[in-house]
């Protein structure tokens, strides 16, 4: 009876969650399909004969490996700008006593929560002043208007998990600040750094909104625009070509997910839902 | 002895000017690409500029007027509460559902976990795409799937006739978002003591009153912030609705977001849209500020 119970259990999550999972599976499947297969009535759920060839049209007949060296190049100059400038900001933020403390994690609170469309005239503006328009530069800077608060949102709230004792310990011991800081709280944050710096990756890898103002030659275009673009622009919509890109895009996703997931759970627990 | 208790107060002003230092390049980064956008925005709100030669003159309120008197704001505005409220519930149904399903022995559970959070970390273009494809009217899955059920006996046109359009976006935002709430509920599920539930059975509760009487009580300050956080960030949700629907048909999937993007973009209004935009804000800035009050008061 117990054991019934169990397995009618299993199977009715397992079939919840396989129907979740359903759109990727089906994006997967799509991408392996030859085009002609697409088209039946009533379509085939599994595909009949495998072909690779979408993905390879992919990489050598369309501009998608300069988009997404445009998304890796974007991502990592966010992250990297973010991330240094979190740290040292949560540092000072969470460590150290002066005036305008308190007004400032509040106000990098509300800008966390500010829309993207009410920047984005301004910068759109500032864009085209600077001579920036249609430059990785100026996405780099539009992304920082949410990673940014982001990141230091979460950096603060791991950088409030680390003890302080070690940090007097090293100051009475003769550290400065900033070696205790280097030797002492930096190892320490280092888990909280990479969650964050994981999140920020993601963020603006994903982003869709700024990329789409700001930027509109396929030289400097990211994936997501570009891959939309390859809709809008075709003729014929060759679903099988798209699912192959949206399954290359996600590829660094993947890698995330079945390497350094516990990660991108314990972000979660310090920002996205403590507040 | 002395000579140290005279250097305390010099370290401690010392080390004020250290924080300050340290925040410093975060302060001109922020003043420099949120401060400064977000006053020239509600400048920009005061004049009528033409975006393709950006040549403006000074209207005064006369943007807001128009917000005021013009269909378009108020229209916009019920659409994306009518979407925000759908797509939120059914989040949030889901997301406990399915946390409470996760939370249970399950056969393979990582492994579970995973396929579940995965939609809220992918790229809403890839969301989008793949849905696009499964609403395909004539070779799309989903029609299919649900002729071969009998639950329709007709394709069904998904995005381009109303209310299917809406109830599209909200199924749609409800797959890419859920995760979210599992997420958080799942983590404040595995810190309720497990002596409630024990004292609950001894005194006769069923599983339906244990969830009812331990369970969404221990649930209750997490639901609160994942609902506050939610409804800020569906409300101003663009990437999903724009490429799913572009707002249409005609405007009848058109929030806020889109209707500023439209403006500024498409009508070239580059002023009228910004007025726009600072009028979402101030709706918004109801939903932030009890937010930012009750994260004060948890802090």
């Known amino acids: 009876m117990k054991l019934l119970r169990t397995v009618a259990f299993n199977l009715f999550t397992w079939s919840l969650v396989l129907l979740i999972a359903f759109p990727l599976i089906w994006m997967v499947l799509t991408s392996l399909k030859p085009q002609t297969e697409l088209f039946r009535i009533p379509p085939t759920w599994l595909p009949q004969s495998v072909t690779f060839e979408h993905y390879w049209r992919l990489l050598t007949e369309t501009p998608f490996l300069i988009y997404f060296r445009n998304s890796v190049v974007l991502a990592t100059a966010t992250t990297l700008f973010v991330v240094t400038l979190g740290t040292v900001g949560a540092y000072s933020l969470v460590r150290f006593r002066y005036r305008g403390r308190e007004t400032l994690a509040l106000l990098v609170l509300f800008t966390y929560l500010l829309p993207s469309v009410v920047l984005i005239i301004p910068l759109y503006l500032a864009m085209v002043w600077l001579g920036l328009s249609n430059t990785l530069m100026s996405l780099v800077l539009a992304h920082t208007t949410f990673a940014l608060p982001y990141a230091l949102w979460l950096l603060r709230s791991f950088m409030e998990g680390v003890p302080e004792d070690l940090e007097s310990a090293a100051l009475v011991d003769g550290a400065t600040r900033m070696g205790a800081f280097k030797d002492i709280i930096l190892p320490q944050l280092l888990p909280g750094i990479i969650s964050t710096a994981l999140f920020t990756f993601i963020l603006s890898w994903n982003e869709y909104l700024y990329a789409l103002v700001l930027v509109n030659t396929d030289s400097v275009r990211p994936l997501t625009t570009g891959v939309m673009s390859m809709l809008i622009s075709a003729f014929n919509i060759e679903w099988s070509l798209l699912m192959a890109a949206s399954v290359m895009m996600s590829v660094p996703l993947i890698v995330v997910f079945a390497f350094l997931q516990s990660y991108l759970t314990r972000g979660f627990g310090a920002g996205g839902v403590k507040g | ?299």
């Open chain 2, 1 to 299: 002895m002395t000579a140290k208790a005279h250097t305390a107060p010099a370290l401690e002003r010392g080390y004020a000017r250290l924080g300050v230092l340290l925040i410093a390049p975060v302060i001109v980064v922020f003043s420099l690409v949120i401060v400064y956008p977000l006053l020239a925005a509600i400048y920009l709100s005061l004049f009528q500029i033409y975006t393709p030669t950006l040549q403006g003159s000074f209207v005064g309120v006369d943007n807001y007027m128009d917000l005021l008197t013009r269909r378009a704001f108020w229209s916009s505005l019920w659409v994306t509460l009518v979407w925000t409220f759908g797509t939120l519930s059914l989040q949030i149904v889901c997301g406990v559902g399915v946390a409470l399903l996760l939370h249970q022995n399950l056969w393979f559970r990582s492994l579970a976990r995973s396929l579940v959070l995965f939609p809220y970390f992918l790229s809403t273009v890839v969301a989008v795409l793949v849905w696009r494809w499964l609403f395909n009217d004539l070779y799309g899955a989903l029609n299919h799937g649900l002729m071969q059920i009998g639950l329709i006996d007709m394709p069904v046109d998904w995005l381009g006739s109303m209310p299917n359009a809406m109830i599209g976006i909200i199924l749609v935002g409800a797959w890419k978002y859920f995760p979210f709430v599992v997420i958080a509920v799942l983590a404040r599920l595995q810190t309720i003591p497990e002596h409630l539930y024990e004292a609950a059975k001894i005194d006769g509760a069923g599983p339906i009153a244990r969830f009812w009487d331990v369970t969404l009580p221990q649930l209750r300050s997490v639901l609160t912030v994942i609902i506050l956080l939610r409804a800020i960030w569906d409300f101003k949700e663009f990437d999903l609705i724009y490429l799913l629907t572009g707002g249409g048909p005609v405007t009848s999937t058109q929030t806020l977001a889109l209707l500023v993007y439209q403006e500024a973009f498409a009508l070239n209004e580059m002023g009228r849209a910004a007025a726009y935009s600072v009028g979402m804000m101030l709706v918004m800035l109801v939903f932030m500020i009890v937010y930012v009050r009750h994260s004060g008061r948890e802090g």
